[in-house]
């Protein structure tokens, strides 16, 4: 299963030890690594974040705001906030987008904000069938706020400020993504690459590049009911997202119905037959999904809720709620043209 050392590690702790390791792990340079990634469950509805190359894969104007507050039961665990806005330049086969986040852990506080661009390309195979492109660029900036910490130095001398603060300074680097995209009215099959720069993630003078993270997601659309191409009344829709960071693996995996305007999925996210170590457990979590489509092509809001099935337990951990909210704006006559919006909306 593809996690950060923290998550998985956090996983297989008790609570009252995730507490104390959420505070100290974070600050370890062996471990910013693979601290990067946020994850959505509904991972549709953050489409630039999976893949720059959804970018502009609307009609005109859209508009996403996401928040994840994962194991809410753990004090101070993960929080993530979202919000995108991205363009469908349809006389230049082409898509722009910006994406903005915000991902808290840890009693520490440490906080990695993203503000990133991204663009991509289209061009048809046939009536029903297209390729895309995309490319993304991110500023990020990772922050720790060492009021939230007492060292032991402080604790022997009693002092306001610890020396060990001073190891830590602020960061800062650049990071780059691209992907690509075959998309049809009835299937998808998208591949993504993160971090291919490999940027240094340490806030300490150690060089830790940032490994390779890269997706393969997809699906497939059952129509059961349909008023035009771009004009869908019911349909089944199983879907897979399967991801890769140095030795770790993730495969997300379900299933969507959709009768307008109701939308839901379960889905499950592990791999119950590769085992990593014997501490290391494989599976994670079965999630469930609502989504509203309030007005066609106009405004869609979705909830799922992420039941732990790992060893932390969802008594200890109280699952993860996720929130999205999708807005798109549109004219007439660009909402008439065809554009395959083909993949799920959460």
Known sequence: MMMNTLRVW???SRLGLLHMLLAVAVMGPALSVRAQDAQFTQFYASPMYLNPAFTGLTFEHRFVANYRNQWPGVKTAYQTAMASYDY???????GLGFTVMQDRSGTAGLTHTQIGASYSYHFKINKFAEIRMGANLNFNMKRIDFNKLRFNDQIATGSAVSIEATNYEPLNFMDFAA?????????WLGFSAKHLTQPNSSMTADKVPLPLSISLHGGYRFILEQKSRVDLRKYISPA?????????????????????????????????????????GSRESVALLIGLDLSPRLVRIGYSFDLTVSRLGVANSLGAHEISIIYEIAKKRKRNKRVLVSCPKF
């Open 88 to 94: 469908n330049m349809t006389d230049l086969n082409s």
């Open 179 to 187: 992907g690509a995209l075959l998309n049809s009215n009835e299937y």
């Open 240 to 280: 897979f997202n399967l991801r890769h960071e140095a030795k770790y693996d993730q495969l997300d995996i379900g299933v969507y119905y959709f009768h307008m305007p109701l939308n839901v999925g379960v889905w499950y996210r592990g791999l119950p037959f590769k085992t990593y170590a014997p501490t290391y």
């Open 10 to 12: 956090g996983e297989r």
